[in-house]
């Protein structure tokens, strides 16, 4: 990345200032809206399965786009990408906004994502060229605590305007902001960036649209279709196909779209392995609460959302201090105990009560975020501080794609392990009750059983969903021991004469 920004003596606080404010809009806006899907649900009559496409169109066009800005970052300056990233959020705020039926919003919502995909592998990439690896875990930390802000006030915000408000106002909020961002920056930033000639390979553009979009698509619709559905597998299968056909044709062009030779370095192809598990467990959380605080407690959106501040507060807090903390002790000892705490609350969250206390909810929700806090800003650095400078652009696309695909897969595997538990437990709560039944039940004596059975076996499968999270966060517990501590590799690693042998 060659321009201005790329001196760390002088770390270029205005762009960063720029960039964060950007990002934190985009972050902010995606976790406003999961709390007023039902009111949207309701407002433009459609079903459940229908109005999730608002969070899987949203992760499909980041996994297709995110790929490509490895070569966007080495193209184009910083000014250009930001600014253009920002006119495509602010038309896709404004759009859904204005919607008044469902493929409008679900267009304006694709298009903000497409603004964010960009947004996020930019600043991520100026972060690791601006800053020394001595100072970057703080520096890391600092855009944690940034990026944590919006789901602090997210979800409550979000609640207490779906409830005041129609939920267009969602987006009528975050319109102003985003445009005075984006006439911040205009003039704010000024790099330029020396032209390039680079070609974007649209074979690799085709196949990588094709092999992710084909991944989220197919578990995004699992926990709905079934895994038995042709529109699930199917999906899947080309999927794969695609995505194994894109790395081939990677690991052979002289300049690929995103390079998969980065996994030669251990501590980046580690901390990948774990980001992608422990993302799943998190999901979890985000996921299984709300539906079991709305759905089985009747938690007023609002207070769902009261419910949820402490604990991203925490962790808000806790990113500068771990930020701190990794540049001193490494990213090892963080990930040991910020797993065992996700371990350790997962289990307690598998054991739910129709009678759990708020206050309980609150205090192991808090715990959970303060571990993960340890872990997912401090392993991703370390895994990018191991390599060269010229795979900055390569190493954040990489992270941030695998990170919407890893959502996605948790997403679908934890859905689909409620629903079969629910599903089965159902079945023999059922078949227990109508043993103990004498003489012919009345209709409202039925009812009243069937909301009865409904509600524990809803129970049990958010229970058991939860359960298995404890196993998946056991998996990144057993491998953040064989974290060692990075250095850049621009020197261990060069480019052989094998590899140019192999692109020519």
């Known amino acids: ?216 698509y197919g578990f995004s619709m699992a926990g709905s279709k079934g895994w038995d559905s042709p529109q699930v597998y199917i999906t899947l299968i080309v999927g794969a196909v695609s995505l194994v056909s894109f790395i081939v044709r990677q690991l052979k062009l002289d300049k690929p779209m995103l390079n998969f030779k980065i996994y030669r370095y251990p501590m980046f192809a580690l901390s990948s392995v774990i980001s992608m598990v422990i993302t799943m467990a998190m999901f979890s959380g985000m996921m299984l609460l709300p539906i079991y605080v709305q759905t089985i407690r009747g938690i007023s959106p609002l207070d769902a959302g009261l419910m949820l501040l402490p604990g991203a507060i925490l962790m808000a807090i806790m990113s500068p201090i771990t930020g701190k903390l990794f540049d001193k002790i490494g990213g090892r000892i963080l990930a040991i105990i910020g797993l065992a705490l996700t371990m350790i609350t997962s289990y307690f969250f598998s054991k739910l009560a129709l009678d759990t206390t708020y206050t309980h909810l609150i205090i192991l929700y808090s715990l959970r975020m303060f571990g993960m806090s340890m872990v997912m800003m401090p392993v991703s650095t370390n895994g990018l501080n191991q390599l060269p400078a010229r795979y900055y652009p390569h190493g954040t696309a990489m992270n941030n794609t695998l990170q919407q695909v890893s959502g996605a897969i948790g997403t679908a595997l934890l859905v689909t392990i409620m629903s079969n538990r629910t599903e089965s437990v159902g079945k023999d709560l059922a078949a227990e009750a109508m043993k103990k039944v004498t003489g012919t039940p009345t209709p409202e004596m039925l009812a009243q059983i069937k909301e009865q059975i409904a509600m524990k076996a809803l129970l049990e499968g958010i229970n058991f969903a939860f359960y298995v999270t404890v196993f998946i966060a056991g998996v990144a517990l057993v491998l953040s021991f064989f974290i060692k501590r990075a250095k850049p590799a621009e020197d261990i690693i060069e480019e052989k004469p094998s590899d140019r042998a192999v692109a020519n």
């Open 1 to 216: 990345m060659e321009h201005s920004i790329n001196k760390p003596n002088r770390p270029p606080y205005g762009i960063l200032a720029v960039l964060m404010i950007g990002a934190f809009i985009a972050f902010l806006n995606n976790t406003l809206l999961n709390i007023a899907l039902p009111s949207i649900m309701k407002d433009l009559e459609v079903d459940p399965s229908t109005v999730q496409w608002l969070s899987t169109g949203y992760m499909l066009v980041n996994g297709i786009l995110i790929p490509i800005t490895a070569y966007l970052i080495q193209k184009y300056s910083v000014r250009h990408l930001f600014l253009g990233a920002m006119i495509l959020f602010n038309i896709g705020t404004i759009a859904a906004g204005f919607a008044h039926v469902f493929p409008i919003l679900l267009a304006g919502r694709m298009i903000q994502a497409s603004g964010s995909a960009i947004l996020m592998p930019v600043l991520m990439n100026v972060m690791l060229t601006s800053f020394p690896v001595e100072k970057r875990g703080t520096a890391m930390g600092v855009f944690g605590l940034v990026m944590m802000g919006a789901p602090a006030i997210g979800p409550t915000l979000s609640g207490w305007l779906v409830e005041h408000y129609d939920w267009r106002m969602l987006f009528h909020v975050v319109t102003p902001i985003a445009l005075t961002v984006l006439v911040i920056g205009f003039f704010l930033l000024k790099d330029k960036k020396e032209k390039m000639v680079m070609r974007l390979d649209v074979i690799s553009v085709l196949l990588s649209s094709a092999g992710f979009g084909g991944l989220l």
